[in-house]
């Protein structure tokens, strides 16, 4: 039977595609074997719900399936960020079916982790505004090898 609901999900995904107006895009990889996932989130107005969540990425069966499942459970069931920040892995992976994803934990949690962190993402980011600090990303900051000279071309 969990065979059967990993290949709906797989092959008729849920929550996939990019949401527009996101508020946070998170990006996460399982280097051990190529699977990628970007996850949207849009907080809701209390800034404790989360108001839409959708993903797009490639990889294996387990880990697409598993994040169209957690992103539906998590969309459906009206979850709070820090619900979400409590979901434990070993949970999610019996939810999957132990003995179907056991030899690819990474993979079947490679969804969880990403929302986690686009959540710590929305929360950070929020905090930043509270407080009236400019996030890093909106500072006119270079890293890397060319800092050196595109710090000169500013003077």
């Known amino acids: 039977m969990q065979i059967q609901i990993l290949l709906d999900h797989y092959q008729r995904p849920r929550r996939r595609g990019a949401l527009e107006d996101a508020d946070v895009a998170m990006p996460g990889g399982n280097p051990g074997c190529g699977d990628v996932v970007t996850v949207y989130l849009k907080g809701a107005e209390d800034h404790e719900h989360i108001e839409d969540v959708s993903y797009e990425g490639e990889g294996?069966?387990?880990?697409?399936?598993?994040?169209s499942m957690l992103l539906e459970q998590v969309h459906d069931g009206d979850l709070t960020m820090?619900?979400?920040?409590?979901?434990?892995?070993?949970?999610?992976?019996?939810?999957?079916?132990?003995?179907?994803?056991a030899s690819r934990p990474k993979c079947a949690t490679l969804g969880l982790g990403t929302l986690k962190a686009a959540?710590?993402?929305?929360?950070?980011?929020?905090?930043?505004?509270?407080?009236?600090?400019?996030?890093?990303?909106?500072?006119?900051?270079?890293?890397?090898?060319?800092?050196?000279?595109?710090?000169?071309?500013?003077?």
């Not at 905090?127 to 500013?154: H, I, M, S, Y």
């Open 82 to 101: 820090d619900e979400v920040l409590q979901m434990d892995y070993n949970e999610m992976i019996e939810q999957l079916g132990r003995q179907i994803v």
């Open 119 to 155: 959540i710590r993402k929305y929360q950070k980011d929020r905090r930043l505004a509270e407080a009236g600090v400019a996030r890093p990303d909106e500072v006119d900051f270079v890293f890397g090898e060319d800092a050196a000279e595109a710090a000169k071309k500013q003077v």
């Open 60 to 67: 294996c069966t387990i880990s697409m399936a598993a994040a």
